[in-house]
Each structure stands twice: as structure tokens, then as C-alpha cells.
């Protein structure tokens, strides 16, 4: 039995996040937040800008300090304090991929040499190796006729798959993802959530950031929505986007809609 399968037999969370709290400039950005997922599990954080959304992921990865509270990735720790060295952090690596709203490639590197970066410079992985890898992950995302391409060259929408392929170089069991659909249009971002509850079907856990509410409802098992830095509102999908208990989660959806996507 694969180990997320048996995460998820077990039932046991893949990423836990207790009591996270942040403090920039003497400013609470985030205020006990706590969240959990499973095995196979996608949870939209939704809120306003600047609700701290981005934030919790950036946390959760170790680019963040926090300053209280604690992350657990799949069985490795992150605790308060000043973010650790970067050598410290490949086995938390190994447990989480993030992909960023800007897709943040590398623009002197070829779309196959961004995913094979993290193999070879992360784990030693060798060249040749890691050069099947990528293809194999470039191709079940439908792009790998892209491969040779520099980032300039490729549209949006490629360079996503191309920055999720990268998160998944190293076969993690989380992936986060921040703000997916901003520059998606209805077609392409059917398309992405097709994608994503496959990766989830496969026993990854999901944690993304959106104001797309269609999406959210597309994609996402459970919704949790952030306001003044505290998570207010936590549930299935669709109860929590058809029928929000919260005040802030009102005042969202009343502001975010979003266009639906294809059937």
C-alpha cells in the first residue's frame, strides 16, 4: 500500500497547521489560524486582499517566518522563528510544492530544465534520470511539446502546467497553490480543475488560495474562508459558497462570483 494511500485509509492529516499566528510591523496578519487535510483532499482558502491568504502558503513552505503556532507537513515540523537554512529544509521540500500566482520560472532556463531543477540540485538526482522525469510529468500535463521553450516563449496557461509540473518534481504529497485561475480564461480554467481533482485522485492533498467562487466549487472539497486573519468559516464546498453562515463570507461572494466554468 502506497503511504498516501494509507494516509488516507488512516485518516491521518498530511498537512496540519495549529494555532499559526504573524505579526508584521506590529500588524496581526494572521491570528491562530488552524487548518488540516488529508490524503486526497482540496480545501480553496478564500478571502478578501490581504486577508493573509498567501501568507499561510508562503508558511507552510518556509518562506515565511511565523511567530507562533505550528506546521507539520506529512510528518516534518516547522516551528516560530526565523525561516531555517535552506539546507535544512530538503526533506520538508520533498513533502510540499508551491506554485506561485507569477509561476515564478526561471526565464534563462528551458521549460524542461526548470522541472528538472529540484531533482538534480535538491536530491542529486542524475541528469539523464531526471530528464525522463520531467518529460513523463510535462507529458501527463500536455505540455511537453513545450520542453524546449524558454518562459518568454510559452503562453499562460502552458507556463502553469509547466510551474505545477515543477511543484511535482519531487513527487510530494501536498501541493499549494496560489491563486491558479487569475489570468485563466473560462475554458483553460476547466481545464485546471480537471487537472487538480485528478492530482488529488491520485492522493495528494491541495491547498489553494482563489476568489474564483466558481472554481472553488468546481475543484475544492471543503472551503475555508480567512478574514482579519483568523479562518471564520470551515466546511464542505458547497454548503459554505450556497449557503455562508459568516458575515465575511457573505460580503465575499457578494463582491467575488466569478465566471462559470465549462461543462
Known amino acids: 500500500m502506497s503511504d498516501a494511500i494509507s494516509r488516507?485509509?488512516?485518516g491521518a492529516p498530511v498537512l496540519e497547521i495549529d494555532g499559526l499566528r504573524l505579526a508584521r510591523d506590529q500588524r496581526e496578519v494572521l491570528?491562530?489560524?488552524s487548518l488540516q487535510l488529508q490524503a486526497g483532499q482540496v480545501c480553496a482558502l478564500m478571502g478578501?486582499?490581504?486577508a493573509g491568504k498567501s501568507t499561510v502558503l508562503?508558511?507552510?513552505?518556509?518562506?515565511e517566518p511565523f511567530d507562533a503556532g505550528r506546521i507539520s507537513v506529512d510528518g516534518?515540523?516547522?516551528?516560530?522563528?526565523?525561516v531555517p537554512r535552506e539546507s535544512a529544509l530538503r526533506?520538508?521540500?520533498r513533502k510540499v510544492g508551491m506554485v506561485f500566482q507569477q509561476h515564478a520560472l526561471f526565464s534563462h532556463l528551458t521549460v524542461r530544465e526548470n522541472v528538472m531543477l529540484a531533482p538534480v540540485h535538491a536530491i542529486g538526482a542524475v541528469p539523464h534520470d531526471a530528464t525522463s522525469a520531467a518529460h513523463m510529468l510535462l507529458e501527463a500535463l500536455g505540455v511537453a511539446h513545450r520542453a524546449d521553450a524558454y518562459p518568454s516563449q510559452i503562453s499562460g496557461g502552458e507556463a502553469q502546467r509547466v510551474a505545477i509540473a515543477r511543484a511535482l518534481a519531487l513527487d510530494p504529497p501536498v501541493l499549494l497553490m496560489d491563486e491558479p485561475t487569475a489570468a485563466l480564461d473560462p475554458a483553460r480554467r476547466g481545464a485546471l480543475a480537471g487537472t487538480l481533482r485528478e492530482l488529488a485522485a491520485a492522493g495528494r492533498a491541495l491547498l489553494i488560495t482563489t476568489h474564483d467562487v466558481a472554481f472553488a466549487k468546481a475543484v475544492a472539497d471543503t472551503v475555508a474562508v480567512l478574514a482579519h486573519g483568523e479562518v471564520v468559516e470551515l466546511g464542505d464546498a458547497r454548503r459554505?459558497?450556497?449557503?455562508p453562515s459568516h458575515a465575511a463570507t457573505r460580503d465575499l461572494l457578494s463582491h467575488e462570483r466569478g465566471s462559470p466554468l465549462p461543462t
Open 8 to 10: 488516507a485509509v488512516s
Open 31 to 33: 491570528r491562530g489560524v
Open 48 to 50: 478578501v486582499s490581504g
Open 58 to 63: 508562503r508558511a507552510a513552505v518556509a518562506l
Open 76 to 82: 516534518v515540523s516547522l516551528v516560530p522563528g526565523p
Open 91 to 93: 526533506g520538508l521540500r
Open 240 to 243: 459554505v459558497l450556497d449557503a
